[in-house]
C-alpha cells in the first residue's frame, strides 16, 4: 500500500467547491400576509367566541371548548402580528 492509497477516505460529505446558499436566521413577512394572517386568526376567534355565547345552540361542554379555542385563536392572531 502506498502514501496516495492510506490517505484517501469515502466520506459522503460535500467536495470543497460546492455552494451553500446561506439561510436568514429569522424570516419577516411583508405588511399584507401579516394582515391577511392575522385577519384570518382574528375571524376564526371571534367567530369561535361568538359560537360560545349563553343563547347559541349546543351543549355547556362545547361552549366551553369553542371558548377555550376562540381565545387561544385571538392570542395566535397577536403572535403572528408579532412575528
Known amino acids: 500500500m502506498n502514501a496516495s492509497e492510506s ?4 466520506s459522503a460529505a ?7 446558499v446561506p439561510q436568514p436566521s429569522s424570516y419577516n413577512d411583508c405588511m399584507t400576509c401579516r394582515v391577511i394572517g392575522s385577519g384570518a386568526f382574528a375571524a ?7 359560537m360560545a355565547r349563553p343563547s347559541a345552540p349546543g351543549s355547556i361542554v362545547g ?3 369553542m371558548g377555550g ?3 387561544c ?3 395566535g ?5 408579532q412575528m
Open 63 to 65: 361552549k366551553r371548548i
Open 77 to 81: 392572531s397577536a403572535l403572528r402580528w
Open 7 to 10: 490517505n484517501t477516505t469515502n
Open 73 to 75: 385563536f385571538l392570542v
Open 44 to 50: 376564526t376567534g371571534i367567530y369561535a367566541l361568538r
Open 69 to 71: 379555542l376562540g381565545v
Open 14 to 20: 460535500p467536495d470543497s467547491g460546492s455552494t451553500l
